[in-house]
């Protein structure tokens, strides 16, 4: 008897390691448009503010100790412009290691987006921070015009546990509208959904990726400012590269501050998840994605679950 109960015991739990092993956790954790929102302090004020950088590491620490899922953090852009402390390593210490360089790479992120608010502090600031970065800072729609090539870097694939995730980079093609040409110079800014349609084909081929990511710069409403859907480089195409763009599981938005979390559907009538948060620090945009192995198909079905988290209810990390 005791044998029997021996040798069941084993079965369940060789079944359960099985199930196991064909089912992967990965939370994917979005910031944007953070804005030199570093410490929860507002310089120009002198007084205590209740949302930073510091408050989004104290979530991001807690959520990568835990044993059943995997963490990637990204940033949707705009990191350069926003508080004294970036505009002091910006332009008063053009020499010494960039404190939000020092930052992001203390906390870990696995990619960013560029913005137009960081394209907008000059080449000589932009350019020496992208160096800094240990993680990959993408655009590619923002294309080198000696070079014909991206003069950011394109896209990034990341590997969980066997899964692989491929994220692209966009930023809004609107910068020659604000910005005067000395600050681009030498960069031609490409229609985002040209460009989505390209990369992810390359990516698709190069890469086979098992889970597609768009890291985009971009709001969502099309219409603002008097466009329209049909107008080359529209400033928000976000959702337009989700109709229109066949490929995308998650497309991460930001440069609009508005906060964003709903299905479009694609033109192959697929699930496309648009998520985005607030600018300043002010919260995260979480993406809970499990992925089982179906063996008949020999692909991973996908469950993705979304939502927004209050930065304001992290308390700040201390070693940070």
């Known amino acids: 008897m005791k044998k029997k109960l021996n040798l069941t015991l084993i079965i369940i ?14 939370k994917i954790i979005e910031s944007t448009d953070e804005h030199g929102a570093i410490f929860p302090y507002d310089f120009t004020e002198l007084r205590d503010a209740n949302t930073s950088m510091a408050q989004i590491y104290s979530f991001v620490k807690e959520e990568r100790l835990k044993k059943d899922q995997e963490v990637i953090l990204l940033s949707g852009g705009d990191l350069l412009q926003g508080t004294p402390a970036v505009y002091y390593y910006n332009f008063e210490k053009p020499n010494a290691p960039h404190l939000l360089a020092d930052v992001m790479n203390y906390m870990k992120y696995d990619a960013a987006a560029v913005g137009n608010h960081d394209i907008e502090t000059g080449h000589p600031v932009y350019d020496r921070f992208n160096k800094q970065l240990k993680f990959p800072w993408m655009a ?37 509208y604000w910005l005067p040409e000395n600050i681009w110079k030498g960069i031609e800014w490409e229609d985002m959904i040209k460009s989505a349609q390209k990369w992810i084909e390359i990516i698709k081929k190069k890469e086979k990726p098992d889970l597609m990511v768009g890291l985009f710069h971009s709001g969502v409403d099309y219409k603002y400012g008097n466009q329209s859907a049909d107008d080359d480089k529209n400033e928000n195409a976000s959702q337009l590269i989700a109709q229109r763009v066949p490929g995308f599981d998650i497309i991460f938005v930001g440069h609009d501050h508005r906060g964003w979390n709903f299905k479009e559907k694609n033109p192959l009538g697929q699930d496309v998840q648009i998520l985005g948060g607030l600018n300043s620090a002010r919260d995260v945009a979480v993406a809970n994605c499990i992925l089982t192995f179906n063996k008949e198909k020999k692909q991973w079905e996908k469950e993705i679950a979304c939502e927004i988290i209050d930065g304001r209810s992290f308390k700040p990390d201390q070693d940070f």
């Open 140 to 176: 590619a729609n923002a294309i080198n015009v000696k070079t014909g090539k991206t003069y950011f870097k394109p896209y990034t694939v990341i590997n969980k546990k066997g899964i692989k995730i491929a994220i692209l980079g966009l930023i809004t093609p609107h910068i020659p």
């Open 13 to 26: 739990l060789i079944i359960s390691f099985l199930i196991t092993a064909q089912t992967v956790k990965i």
